[in-house]
């Protein structure tokens, strides 16, 4: 079956440029999709199509997909954008979602 | 404006099998190309993909759990059903519904439920 890795944290400092990672086997051959989750609530959609924001998405966050590896970048991070984040693909004919990284920022 | 919310039992007992009901509102069935998803977070863990169900009626589960998952739509209704059969107390979890966008045949979700807690205890 298909898997997706996650480093478990992440830290930044405001302001600063945070990366997260996402990997799997040619991920860069399929679409990466990344949600936000901060405590207590739902995911929310934050990256599409490798790419993409959706509507209402501030644009410090962005994405990227190449070889075995998704990025998702948040640029001039804030302190509200710490949360869990998920990255997500279809493999195997199946929704694959990540282990999830905690994002600190501190 | 699409809205989904996950309704049923809070608690169920081991052995026991849970059924959790999705109303949406704001898109429908009838379109083609849209699913609707079931996504489950056990307490402090990592979201989990169960089953998606697409305007078609086709459907896609969860290998490790596809024979204890069983998804149906109501068309008419605007509703999604999940059955999960033989419940454990390591099934205890955040039960979320979730629209589905698919797009060259790989699906995400765009829009989420609240999510529902269920507890599996005796």
């Known amino acids: 079956s298909y898997e997706l890795t996650q480093s478990p944290s992440v830290s930044v400092s405001p302001g600063q440029t945070a990366s997260i990672t996402c990997s799997g086997d040619?991920?860069?051959?399929?679409?990466a999709f990344w949600y936000q989750q901060k405590p207590g609530q739902s995911p929310v959609l934050v990256i599409y199509q490798d790419n993409k924001r959706p509507s209402g998405i501030p644009e410090r966050f962005s994405g990227s997909n190449s070889g075995n590896t998704a990025t998702l970048t948040i640029s001039g991070t804030q302190a509200l954008d710490e949360a869990d984040y998920y990255c997500?693909?279809?493999?195997?004919?199946?929704?694959?979602f990540g282990g999830g990284t905690k994002l600190t920022v501190l | 404006q699409i809205t989904l919310k996950e309704s049923g039992p809070t608690v169920v007992k081991p052995t026991q099998a849970l059924t959790l009901t999705c109303t949406f509102s704001?898109?429908?069935?009838?379109?083609?190309?849209?699913?609707v998803g079931w996504i489950r977070q056990p307490p402090g863990k990592a979201l989990e993909w169960l089953a998606v169900i697409y305007w078609d009626d086709d459907k896609r589960y969860r290998p490790s759990l596809n024979n204890r998952l069983t998804i149906t739509k109501d068309t008419s209704n605007n509703q999604v059903a999940l059955t999960m059969t033989n419940m454990d107390p390591v099934d205890t979890a955040t039960y979320y519904c979730?629209?589905?966008?698919?797009?060259?045949?790989?699906?995400?979700?765009?829009?989420w439920g609240q999510g529902t807690l269920v507890t599996v205890s005796s």
């Open positions: 040619n991920l860069g051959d399929k679409y």
């Open positions: 704001g898109f429908s069935f009838r379109t083609s190309g849209l699913g």
């Open positions: 997500q693909a279809w493999g195997s004919r199946t929704v694959v």
């Open positions: 979730a629209h589905a966008t698919n797009y060259d045949a790989e699906i995400y979700f765009d829009y």
